[in-house]
């Protein structure tokens, strides 16, 4: 891609070792990619609110009361997005609540597409919904590589940035500021020998896009025990030097490569499917679908980000009506108090016979 970021193809389908959480505390498990979303966090607070303090469920304590915990303790709340990009409500499933969802939707994110948002209304019923879109685009697009990179033995495509084209170099480079590893020749004189032995080990940059009010970082480092760790590290990575220290942007003989990252993912909370909900304000109802959907593409253009979730009340499960008993077949004149032919069938004597498809 280049130019403005957009999703280009299918992102690949296999997703067995990759795991999509519920909060940051997830376990980092070596050879899984794990990832987390706000998404789910906005619509789960706008549930509380509206529930009147944190979900209870009725039950075991089992996963799905985990991941009610879970949700109820996030630190996730609409500071962590800036309401131009986000629509998160919930409220009864009136026509009027769609109505408005879809209208602030069309106003704030007019190309966005839910895959979620019910189309008919069910007033009886709860749902919690949020929809966060983000587009990074870069001023000058970096570079795609004409060769394959390789990743833990996989040959994968990737991004970045080398002193191949000196007319762009200074508008490229000055998209990519390095927060770490930011040493100068001094720094470089003072180290131990264990200390210059690592010095390259690990890195974190910040890739600047058009939007300054929005941070979009590459951390190579050694991952912590969880996901919320490793993001702790990797922010604490962060400023230490200002922008313009010396090894803040890369030279022209210094390269980055990055691998494009393509995802489209959705988890379904099974764990919460049926699960009655005790607070008062919602009237005893149960959960019925809670479902959260990620896309993320990053390349040389920028980086996508749509996230959604939904969470509703359960309606009643679909009806089959099947006479597989004893039933009744009428004709009767409307109004009239007696009909003029009855039949109940209790064998299948005066039914048509068949067979079983070959």
Same mark, same amino acid.
């Given at each position: 891609m280049s130019g403005s970021p957009v999703a280009q193809g299918s992102p690949p389908s296999s997703v067995e070792r990759t795991t999509f959480v519920v909060d940051l505390e997830a376990p980092l498990t070596p050879g899984k990619n794990v990832v987390w979303s706000a998404g789910m966090g906005l619509a789960w607070k706008e549930l509380v609110a509206l529930a009147g303090g944190p979900i209870a469920l009725a039950g075991p304590d089992d996963a799905g009361a985990a991941i009610a915990r879970s949700l109820n303790r996030s630190g996730v709340d609409r500071d962590v997005v800036d309401e131009g990009s986000c629509v998160?409500?919930?409220?009864?499933?009136?026509?009027?609540?769609?109505?408005?969802?879809?209208g602030e939707i069309a106003r704030k994110l007019g190309d966005a597409t839910p895959r979620y948002l019910p189309d008919e209304p069910a007033p009886e019923l709860f749902m919690a919904y949020a929809f966060l879109q983000k587009r990074l685009a870069f001023e000058v697009p970096l570079l795609r590589a004409s060769w394959p990179l390789s990743f833990k033995k996989s040959f994968v495509a990737s991004f970045g940035l080398w002193?191949?084209?000196?007319?762009?170099?200074?508008?490229?480079?000055?998209?990519?500021?390095?927060?770490?590893?930011?040493?100068?020749?001094?720094?470089v004189e003072r180290m131990s020998d264990a200390e210059y032995d690592v010095m390259y080990d690990e890195f974190v940059v910040e890739l600047l896009t058009k939007e300054a009010s929005d941070r979009l970082v590459v951390a190579a480092i050694t991952p912590g025990a969880t996901l919320g760790a490793t993001v702790t590290r990797a922010i604490s990575l962060l400023d230490r030097h200002g922008a313009d220290h010396p090894k803040a942007r890369l030279g022209t003989d210094e390269k980055l490569e990055v691998p494009i990252v393509d995802l489209d993912l959705v988890r379904r909370y099974a764990e919460l499917y049926g699960r009655s909900v005790e607070n008062p304000?919602?009237?005893?109802?149960?959960?019925?679908?809670?479902?959260?959907?990620?896309?993320? *593409?990053?390349?040389?253009?920028?980086?996508?980000?749509?996230?959604?979730?939904?969470? $509703? %009340?359960?309606? &009643? #499960?679909? *009806?089959?009506?099947?006479?597989?008993?004893?039933?009744?077949?009428?004709?009767?004149? $409307? %109004?009239?108090? &007696? #009909?003029?032919?009855?039949?109940?069938?209790?064998?299948?004597?005066?039914?048509l016979p068949t067979s079983l498809p070959s």
């Open positions: 998160a409500r919930a409220g009864l499933q009136t026509e009027a609540f769609l109505e408005e969802l879809r002193h191949r084209d000196p007319p762009e170099w200074a508008a490229r480079s000055g998209q990519v500021r390095v927060h770490h590893p930011c040493y100068t020749e001094a720094d304000r919602l009237g005893g109802q149960r959960f019925g679908e809670v479902i959260e959907r990620v896309r993320f *593409r990053l390349d040389e253009g920028g980086a996508i980000l749509e996230a959604e979730a939904v969470g $509703r %009340g359960l309606c &009643l #499960p679909p *009806r089959e009506l099947v006479c597989y008993r004893p039933f009744l077949v009428m004709v009767l004149r $409307r %109004g009239a108090p &007696l #009909p003029m032919f009855a039949l109940w069938v209790d064998n299948e004597e005066v039914l």
